[in-house]
């Protein structure tokens, strides 16, 4: 039990209603779960107002309230505090709650469009290879030291970053690194976080259905690095054309990495092939099991964020030549009969065009392209003809297919893609709706030593169809066709 007056440290009151001297059992934010003595704190989402749920709260046993307005009926014997935003008091509440475990570490938050994950998740390989206890905060999963948990966001909610950052605490866990999307900064989820660095990847078309406008997405990744403290680094792409804004009021101290631009820590490709890279990093050789100029780029990112946390610069490099690529991110197989499968999870116009060029740089061009992508449902529909439009431009083969549709028709979806598809490439580009059969038609349609690539939904093992989620997983179904093929 812990009492509300201490869970309440550093949250913005305007006007408290009864005592805060009570001991609280936990703390609530979804009314279902909400259990005797507990206090529920009512967020406004985008689905349903936690305000609505208050007295349902109370009924549950509710000991105290949360709220941005106070309801008109008040119950006699429960404590109402009223702040000016209940995200940002989730947030400091949580931290309270569990001992404010973010300040026991050094936590690393890395945000942008694309290689989130992959910095991320390199980044825990990597320290754990130099024999650190990691912790991991990821889309494809969640990492306690060796205890793995599934993961449901790419930013887990307030109360769930702090349990399991206490989780890491307890653990002996001394570094964690932290996927920081733009819903979690808009949401105020890493509020009260202590960051030791803040890691800048790249921005480009995403999340429009969320945020307004590009420059309301950019602004909101930039107040993640306004937050930092002067304690912390802010490592930024500085090739990227936001890069700079990134650190343009930052207090933390300011790096940059780049491969065509003078940086702290600056690369160059020497040798690019289907099974690595050969890199200068900082006048130094290093051979990476990573592919592409992207992986190039979030290869100086994880050496940067190794480098300023204190790790010998050499000793980064040779650690770095030994990580293996994150499940989904640029994954592939090659069939008995000769033909190379990739499953990427580039679900963003960049991200599908850095992959296919990637794909089209290492090719000699004697092998067909097939490209099978799709477009998630109740998500940004602008960047649908421009997915469709890449991908028939970029690929001597293109079918547009079902991502997750979730409660779009997606036969609907696949109109919006196919409006960008030009003329000249109609003839190259087929529309199967069924996922499976879109990818079992490209390997049909390949031949030994072609390429297929996967799009969209990566590390995913699920296709959610009308709020349902049934199994999928794009690896497991290429590989099962190609045997079948094979045999």
């Known amino acids: 039990m812990k009492v509300l007056k201490d869970i309440l440290y550093k949250t913005a009151i305007e006007s408290v209603k009864g005592s805060t001297d009570i001991a609280i059992h936990k703390i609530e934010f979804d009314s279902r779960k909400v259990e005797a003595n507990d206090v529920f704190v009512a967020i406004r989402g985008s689905l349903s107002n936690g305000h609505d749920y208050i007295e349902k709260a109370i009924q549950l046993g509710a000991k ?27 947030a400091f509440m949580a931290a309270n709650y569990f001992g404010d475990p973010s300040a026991k570490l050094k936590l690393v938050g890395v945000t942008g469009t ?61 570094h964690c690194f932290m996927e920081v999307s733009s819903h979690g900064i808009h949401q105020k989820r890493t509020e009260a976080l202590h960051f030791t660095g803040g890691v800048f990847t790249n921005l480009s078309h995403d999340h429009l259905d969320y945020h307004a406008t590009f420059a309301e997405y950019r602004d909101v990744k930039k107040s993640f690095f306004d937050s930092l403290p002067k304690t912390a680094f802010a490592l930024s792409n500085i090739d990227d054309k936001n890069g700079t804004v990134m650190l343009q009021n930052t207090t933390a101290k300011k790096l940059t990495y780049a491969l065509k631009s003078y940086a702290d820590y600056r690369a160059q490709i020497l040798e690019s092939q289907l099974s690595g890279l050969l890199l200068k990093v900082n006048d130094n050789e290093v051979w990476v099991k990573l592919i592409g100029t992207f992986n190039a780029y979030n290869v100086l990112a994880i050496y940067g964020t190794a480098v300023e946390l204190g790790l010998d610069g050499l000793e980064t490099l040779r650690l770095l030549s030994d990580l293996e690529s994150v499940s989904g991110r640029f994954q592939y197989i090659v069939s008995e009969g000769g033909i190379t499968a990739v499953v990427d999870y580039a679900h963003t116009p960049d991200a599908l065009e850095n992959v296919l060029k990637t794909i089209n740089d290492i090719r000699t061009k004697n092998e067909q392209l097939i490209t099978v992508v799709g477009c998630g449902g109740n998500r940004d529909k602008t960047k649908r003809p421009i997915m469709a439009k890449i991908a028939s431009d970029l690929s001597d083969k293109a079918i547009l297919t079902s991502d997750n549709p979730r409660n779009e028709d997606p036969e609907a979806i696949l109109d919006e893609m196919e409006q960008g598809v030009e003329p000249q490439n109609y003839k190259k580009m087929l529309r199967i709706t069924d996922r499976k059969q879109a990818i ?46 094979n045999k």
């Open 440 to 485: 079992k038609t490209a390997c049909q349609l390949a031949e030994a030593k072609d390429i297929i690539l996967i799009a969209g939904k990566g590390h995913e093992t699920y296709q959610e169809i009308n709020g349902v989620r049934h199994h999928f997983d794009d690896m497991e179904t290429v590989k099962e066709i190609l045997e079948k093929l």
């Open 64 to 90: 105290a309230i949360v709220c941005d307005t106070l309801p008109v009926n008040i119950v006699n014997g429960v404590t109402y505090i009223q702040v000016k935003d209940t995200n940002t008091a989730l």
């Open 114 to 174: 694309n290689g989130k994950t992959t910095i991320a998740s390199l980044l825990f390989q990597l320290f754990q290879k130099a024999d650190f206890k990691v912790g991991l905060l990821s889309t494809v999963k969640i990492v306690v030291d060796e205890t793995e948990y599934p993961a449901t966001h790419t930013t887990p909610d307030s109360l769930s970053i702090n349990h399991y950052l206490n989780e890491m605490v307890e653990a002996g866990v001394t």
